[in-house]
Nanobody, 117 residues
Framework: VQLQASGGGLVQAGGSLRLSCAASGSSFSGYRMGWYRQAPGKQRELVATITSVGVTNYVDPVKGRFTISRDNIKNTVYLQMNSLKPEDTAVYYC????????????WGQGTQVTVSS
């Protein structure tokens, strides 16, 4: 699976962005998809995940502001980010994960999100 993230940019606090991650390869619908982020000087952290059947999970700092979704026809996962805060500034990465006999774990190249105060 190859992942191509897009949609990052510069936005003022309170604004919105929508990230997309297009997947190529087979069996996209079988993967749990996730968005992670890494701020300067910090470790990469989980933001949100969505299972193959659409069950979502969010970390507390983004609950109520971010929405993860997927389109298994377009092989794309999205992250709608509203009410953005300066602390959301980071490089955002998409991830595809499944366990099928062995672990399959793939990462996209990252897209920069910068929120100005």
């Amino acid at each position: 699976v190859q992942l191509q993230a897009s949609g990052g940019g510069l936005v003022q606090a309170g604004g919105s962005l929508r990230l997309s991650c297009a997947a190529s390869g087979s069996s996209f619908s079988g993967y749990r998809m996730g968005w992670y982020r890494q701020a300067p000087g910090k470790q990469r952290e989980l933001v949100a995940t969505i299972t193959s059947v659409g069950v979502t999970n969010y970390v507390d700092p983004v609950k109520g502001r971010f929405t993860i979704s997927r389109d298994n026809i377009k092989n794309t996962v999205y992250l709608q980010m509203n009410s953005l805060k300066p602390e959301d500034t980071a490089v955002y990465y998409c991830n595809a994960y499944r366990f099928y006999g062995r672990q399959y774990d793939y990462w996209g190249q990252g897209t920069q999100v910068t929120v100005s105060s």
